[in-house]
């Protein structure tokens, strides 16, 4: 039996969630909690096959929920609700265990995409947990202000700052600004944490977009392979 975790506060789209789900009752066992918190919590209690999470909830959002499961519980997929739909530029990005769901999305679609993410393997080359571009690719979608500290394994760690989803400095190392970005989204595994603001106003040293930084991170790069988005991305076009 597949445990599948929902951490969704809309009432009415979890439960059409589960209803869906519960139809392969057979195989699928689902959890479902109103935030981030309660699923920080089943997830220290449970075995989970697959985690489905929106991004804006009370309590602990998506991102926290989701930057603790990149640091503690690195295989299990994640499937991401968002209001917002990807830009049109798909660049290349590592292939991780994130998969975008825009709302409103097709039930039975998803129901074929749950399914078919807790009966396979996971396959080789695949980097265990949350990149750094996807996380960052979320924080810009959402349109989220916020400092978080990148710790990739073996390195110093490094600093973004987002204002509304648009990527106004990093830091990393002695580099600063555009430098740094770049340096930071070309890591694969890291852990991240959010900080607390510094009193004084962090004035704007990077103009190019995320897309464009990330596309220049993974340049030459060998490691990380053209994405499938028909396999990542689900929507209208999907």
Sequence with gaps: MKKI???????????????ELEKHGDVLDIIE??????????????????????????????????????????????FVMT??????????????LVRFFPKPFDFEAFTAAVLETVNREIPRGVVHGISVASFCTMI????????????????EPGLLYFDGGI?????????????????????????????????????????ESLWTLIEKAVEGQSEFDDIDWSQVVDGEDA
Excluded: W
């Design 5 to 19: 975790l929902i951490a969704e506060d809309n009432r009415i789209l979890s439960l059409r969630l589960v209803r």
């Design 33 to 78: 909690v109103p935030n981030g918190r309660v699923a920080m919590e089943i997830l220290e209690k449970h075995q989970i096959s697959l985690l489905v999470t929106d991004i804006n909830m009370p309590e602990v959002d998506g991102f926290t929920l989701l930057a603790h499961v990149n640091e503690h519980y690195p295989i299990i997929p994640c």
């Design 83 to 96: 209001v917002i739909e990807l830009p049109e530029v798909k660049p290349r990005l590592p292939k991780d």
């Design 140 to 155: 810009e979608m959402e349109k989220k202000t916020c400092l978080f500290e990148i710790v990739p394994p073996a390195n």
């Design 167 to 207: 990527l106004f400095d990093a830091s990393f190392g002695d580099l600063k600004g555009e430098p740094a970005a770049i340096e930071i989204l070309g890591q694969g595994k890291a852990a991240f944490k959010f900080k607390n603001f510094p009193d004084k106003k962090i004035s704007r040293r990077i103009n």
